[in-house]
């Protein structure tokens, strides 16, 4: 049984920091892509960043290029979302996800955890 449980949600000011972290459990972490979506109020949901394979090869939103870092820690079964000078429009739920290759259907999705940007 595969398992996605995210954490590092939370109220963050405009300009400050938070790193979210995806535990997988049951996966090999070089065997999937790993993708972070974004579900904000009224809007569709957006996949922020994803990594996949042993080369880590990643990918971002343009929305989030140059603020956001995914990672990935194979020995703590970990995928990581790095979230820098934040701004309001990054307000959602964040989920994480994983399959085959980022720009296909995911099979796994976590529960979310909600990022609230505001002063």
């Known amino acids: 049984q595969s398992l996605l449980v995210e954490s590092g949600g939370g109220l963050v000011q405009p300009g400050g920091s938070l790193r979210l972290s995806c535990l997988a459990s049951g996966l090999t972490l070089d065997y999937y892509a790993f993708g972070w979506f974004r579900q904000a109020p009224g809007k569709d949901r957006e996949l922020v960043s994803c990594?996949?394979?042993?080369?880590?090869?990643?990918q971002y939103a343009d929305s989030v290029k140059g603020r956001f870092t995914i990672s990935k820690d194979n020995a703590k079964h970990t995928v990581y979302l790095q979230m820098n000078s934040l701004k309001p429009e990054d307000t959602g739920i964040y989920s994480c996800?994983?399959?085959?290759?980022?720009?296909?259907?995911?099979?796994?999705w976590g529960q979310g955890t909600q990022v609230t940007v505001s002063s």
């Open positions: 996800t994983a399959g085959v290759y980022c720009d296909r259907e995911f099979d796994y």
């Open positions: 990594i996949r394979g042993r080369a880590s090869n990643t």
